[in-house]
């Protein structure tokens, strides 16, 4: 299993180094700027969620590769944007200069810009149920950018309290998971309960971040309890699926108790 | 031909209403953004290119509407990012406020990935061939930005004059050919054609914007003598079409002549 996860974790690598443009012999700053924000050393759990939820679907991991790409790419323009001066101000990102602060804001929105269209483009090179992945993927694209929107608002009344929770990190969560079970020929059963289970993982997910930067609305006690008990839902609806589910339990597992 | 286009533009109008976001009760400042900056008065050239191209390739107008919405979608949200204090830095567009001065910066920022997002989502519900067309706009999206990136980075050695203007202009109306092509039902033959046909447009618009702004790096005759050419090489890229182009041709001719 081990063995078989740091496989996809290398044609993860291999497919985004594919897709992203070449920097050259004269690199220009914006191949640069895509390059150092989609490489930059992330965990890649968006395209392993991707691929392993093909397999849970019953279908091959390497059908899903170009979607599990484009959702690594989607989610390196969402911190490149979410970074900026404008926005959450943030000058360094794992532990780096972040993107404008290293190439000038005007590179920064232009990296990002160009990110979330060669995501698209490389969604549509998926082998079967193209449209279908491109539609997943912009359903999810339009909310994240709507849960950084109203994070920025501040709380809108009568929003459910987990409504930007769930809109933030469980979109992209979800688009992983069902471009997956589409790329890996899943049917409509699979496909929602793959659904699900991203949609609680991703809820979980957010809830330990705030427990982990002590930033969140909640009190400690509840957001621990709602960890426990979205990981829970996210590992229950995985029964049923007719391929080895056995990484996204894992997944769910560990991620619950991640340090950093 | 005139009652036919009016129709057609109202379509347009339809179209972009039905997928762009409700505003509802208490309107967010997103929504508001996004509806701003797409139903803001745009001539809706590219729109019109595409569903005339499924047109001039044998096939309907109304099977290209989504991708006509998509491609002034993507439009859009590039007119916004071009707008930023860190880009252009354009306080008006069209006669108004830009969208980052009426709505803010983070906002401005948010709207154009949100449009960017639902201008592919909206593509990939093209009633045939969505996979190409959401990948040859997904390739004027990554082609627009690498435009607007090379013109902020100034002129580069060894790069042939009209590479800019090329990018910067042309790819979104070779998108809009080709999109409107493929979903007309055309043959590779027709979409080449379609395509050679855009591209010229695209040169030939941007060399009179740059006459009418009075800002080119061309000397005037030298700009003037480009509209002609591409002009008459986009109308003799028509010849061989199976379907009506008289549309495209008078778009051609008409915009050698605009004055604004």
New interface residues.
């Given amino acids: 299993m081990r063995m078989k996860m740091n496989l996809d974790a290398d044609r993860i690598e291999a497919t985004l180094d594919e897709v992203l ?1 070449c920097e050259g012999e ?1 690199p ?3 191949s640069s700027a895509m390059r150092y924000a989609a490489c930059g050393g992330g965990k890649r759990i968006r395209p392993k969620i991707c691929l392993a939820s093909a397999v849970a679907a019953g279908g091959r991991a390497e059908d899903a590769l170009y979607p599990a790409a484009a959702v690594e790419l989607l989610h390196s ?2 911190l490149i ?1 979410d970074d ?1 001066p ?2 959450d101000d943030d000058a360094e990102r794992r532990g780096k200069p972040s993107v404008w602060k290293k190439f ?4 920064a ?2 990296a ?3 990110l ?3 995501a ?7 082998p079967r149920k ?3 992945i ?2 997943a ?3 999810a ?2 909310g994240v ?2 849960g ?3 994070e ?2 501040g709380p ?1 009344p009568g929003l459910a309290d987990d409504f930007v929770v769930r809109h933030k990190t469980a979109d992209l969560f979800v688009a992983a998971a069902v471009t997956g079970a589409l790329a890996g020929g899943g049917s409509a059963e699979d496909v929602a309960r793959l659904r699900s289970f991203a949609l609680n993982l991703g809820v979980a997910f957010q809830y330990e971040d705030d427990l982990l930067d002590g930033d969140g609305t909640l009190p400690r006690e509840e957001a621990a309890r709602r960890v426990e008990s979205a990981t829970a839902a996210a590992i229950a609806a995985l029964a049923g699926l007719p391929g080895d589910t056995e990484f996204l339990s894992q997944l769910a597992i560990s991620l619950k108790g991640r340090t950093a």
Avoid: C, I, N, S
């Fill in positions: 443009p004269r220009d700053a914006l323009y969402t944007h900026l404008a926005m000038g804001e005007a590179v929105v232009l990002g810009d160009a979330q269209a060669l698209y483009r490389t969604a549509a090179r998926a193209a449209a279908e491109v539609e993927l912009g359903e694209g339009v950018v709507r950084q929107a109203d920025l608002a809108a």
